[in-house]
């Protein structure tokens, strides 16, 4: 593999079929890394005898960033997720403008979101950023789309991570940023990288419509990471999708799209 990433594979979404511990096991065999969701439900001291390298994990388990108790729990869970993921060789940890229930739908859906609940927003950030610093690890917050997968999540585009990152200026926060999700809720996809660049923790990758391995959409992720390169990123890509034939397959493409780019003359 000739890539200037560093690949990985979401492992709730491939080869399913498999025992938790295998299925990580088969993953790595294609030379990438893994991601999780949900620590909670997960042997994590099984997992790090494997050694197989993990790049993220949730790391939030309930709560949300705009109301007081929903701050406090959200905070609550983000200690105890920067303290498990050290388990696991401390992976950066993931979060969303809120919580997410069944399905991914919001676990308090917003209609509109307030100039109050951007404060507020911006306070807990702030304060999750003392946890991060505490515990030495990232915390990303990753966009979602609205239209077809997470209707009424608060601070769901790019544009509003971005925003509250520069207001809270933490070198501890960054943003996930979902291509998939930033394609059906803002498309211009290399310009949405290049703006992200200065706080982007890492990318994440499915194509549209289906959200299953590139090539199976329109997205032409071959060109979006030549652009990364070139922009100078050289961080994480990971495959968050669905297999859309097998999970072989599936990886095998994905590892093809980003490997053996040009390197940026800059």
Not at 9 to 21: G, K, R, W
Not at 81 to 100: E, Q
Not at 111 to 124: E, N, Q
Request: hydrophobic content about 40%; proline content about 5%.
């Amino acid at each position: 593999m000739n890539t200037p990433f560093t690949l990985a594979v979401c492992a709730e979404m491939q080869f399913t079929d498999l025992p938790f511990i295998e299925r990580i096991k088969k993953i790595h065999s294609y030379g990438v890394a893994v991601e999780l969701w949900n620590w909670t439900d997960l042997d994590l001291p099984a997992i790090a005898e494997t050694g197989v390298p993990i790049e993220s994990m949730t790391g939030y388990i309930s709560g949300n960033l705009t109301d007081d108790n929903g701050i406090e729990a959200f905070l609550k869970s983000a200690a105890e997720s920067a303290r498990a993921s050290k388990i696991l060789g401390s992976p950066r940890l993931n979060f969303h403008g809120t919580g997410l229930g069944e399905g991914g739908i919001p676990v308090d859906p917003v209609d509109k979101v307030t100039g109050r609940m951007w404060a507020k927003a911006a306070l807990t950030l702030e304060k999750l950023a003392g946890i991060a610093e505490e515990h030495d690890v990232i915390f990303e917050m990753e966009n979602l789309n609205l239209a077809v997968d997470h209707p009424g999540t608060p601070f769901s585009h790019p544009s509003d991570i971005l925003s509250l990152l520069g207001a809270v200026g933490s070198d501890r926060l960054k943003i996930n940023l979902d291509l998939y999700h930033a394609q059906i809720g803002d498309g211009s996809l290399i310009d949405t990288c290049r703006e992200a660049l200065p706080f982007l923790g890492e990318v994440q990758v499915a194509d549209v419509p289906g959200r299953c391995e590139p090539s199976t959409g329109e997205i032409n992720y071959r060109n979006v990471g030549q652009a990364l390169v070139d922009m100078g990123y050289r961080g994480t890509i990971a495959l968050e999708a669905w297999a859309k034939y097998d999970s072989d397959r599936a990886i095998t493409t994905f590892v093809d799209t980003f490997s053996n780019l040009k390197e940026s003359a800059k």
